[in-house]
């Protein structure tokens, strides 16, 4: 079972700049606990992945950590860098399929709401907004589908497209949901390769995904739950047989 | 020519004009909202919720935009207070609070002596009827709704689109959602005195719709939202005046046609579409 698994793992050093400190994190869904005794840390130029089965409480894990869902124990540090409503300056992209792409915005207009925490009320996007804006759609490669309708995109198109929002929110800690769905293998890369330049710059990323192989071969810590932290550090040190075999056949 | 201007040698037909072009207009953009959320059923729900403000307003002898507005608010309030000590779905709520009021509306109205001759007023509109102090109200009801939209239009349109970024960036989620309600009251009471209680939802829905059909930009949609609110009102006005039939109906069955119009003409398969 799990829970007789060590869950206090801690990703190793350098605690002197950490963005994100969670300590013993308890979610639970009335009397179900869906998450226990969660610890990790999150530094610059950090990006984890959070690997483990449908229902493992992943998202939760996100989802508690900026403030949506309510945790019922435990710690969560923000850097002071973060200013004072650090929830706020987390970029978090969200599964594709929970929004509405039937909604009558164009490609740029979506981007353009990555600003508006930004922007502040009662503002119109200024020269500067604009600007971020279209770097974020280069980067991520929309620009020349920009002015497109979002109804009119295929699934990797959408992604990137999230995406590009997320770069235009200009955060230090990104927050992603199943990033890789609807995804062939080669939009795939493209979206690891812009991920791994926002880590390069000094972001701190942590991305919630199923998909163990493609996590290994990115990102530079793992973290395998399945309602416990089942193991956590860097990928050669996580990715055994024991570990996988602990997080994906457990009796739950 | 004659067709067009001879009508406008009456006052209460420009005045008709006039308030009908600003209610149809200020629908059709508010409705944007009401279509992209799918909040037609409490548009209608507000209608009905209203009667008995606009008829107690009637019988007292004030001014029935105020009673409905107030009517408007204590809905409001119903319903919520029904939705969190009952525990039933909102849907429920609105359902038990739109029927009971609609319900002390009529009982109250049949205290009047011309009962028959007010219920249709109120119930199907009456644009021809209304006064240039109406107009003035209308406009200026029109105008602070049109600039509260403009002023939290992004934030608005966030919590449409994508309500769980809203609440990561910070935005008062719960407050927007019932700034939208209260636009949409407003608007529903307005429009009231055009085309009346049950054709209420048609001008809400219809010209957004009609928009959502040609457009897949919410700006331009209610730009046309707005024009194609203002034409079938036009047009409708006319039509009843020529016609000789009654001039609410008239409006929304334009619009309705205006709607089907665009339905049929349309490409199909296009993505960009709903």
Known sequence: ?252 | MNFLLEPLQYPFFVRGLVGVSLVAGLCGVIGVYVVLRGLSYIGDAMAHAVFPGIVGAFLLKTNTLFGGLLAAILTSFGIGFVTQRSGLKQDSAIGIIFVGMFALGVVLLSSVKTYAVDLSRILTGDPLGISSADIWLTLGLGVVVGLVLLAFNKELLLVAFDPTEARVIGLPVNRLNNLLLVLIALTVVLAIQMVGTILVVSLLVTSASSARLLTARVSTMMMLGAAIGVVSGVLGLYASYHLSIPPGATVVLTNTFFFLLVLLLRRRGDPARV
């Open chain 1, 1 to 252: 079972m799990p829970q007789t698994l060590p869950t206090t793992k801690r990703f190793p050093k350098d605690h002197s700049h950490q963005l994100l400190n969670v300590t013993d994190l308890v979610v639970s869904y009335g009397e179900t606990p869906a998450l226990t005794g969660v610890n990790f840390h999150l530094c610059p130029k950090e990006f984890v992945a959070i690997i483990g089965p449908n229902g493992a409480g992943k998202s939760t894990l996100l989802k508690a950590i900026l403030g949506l869902t309510k945790s019922s124990s435990g710690k969560i540090e923000f850097s002071s860098e973060l200013g004072a409503n650090p929830t706020q300056a987390i970029s978090y992209v969200p599964q594709q399929q929970s929004l509405d792409w039937s909604f009558p915005v164009t490609v740029r207009d979506v981007v353009m709401m990555g600003r508006i925490g930004r922007m502040g009320w009662l503002k119109y996007p200024n020269g500067n907004d604009r600007h971020v804006v279209e770097l974020a759609l280069k980067k991520t490669g929309v620009s020349d589908l920009s002015n497109r309708p979002i109804a009119a995109l295929s699934g990797g198109q959408k992604q990137r497209v999230l995406l590009a929002r997320m770069l235009a929110r200009e955060s230090k800690l990104l927050f992603l949901d199943e990033p890789l769905t609807g995804v062939d293998s080669k939009t795939q890369d493209s979206i690891f390769e812009i991920l791994e330049a926002e880590r390069a710059s000094g972001k701190a990323l942590l991305m919630v995904t199923h998909d163990l192989e493609a996590a290994r071969t990115w990102c530079s810590h793992l973290m395998l739950i399945n309602r416990v932290v089942i193991a956590a550090g860097k990928p050669d040190v996580v990715y055994t047989a024991k570990n996988i075999e602990a997080t994906f056949s457990s009796g739950y």
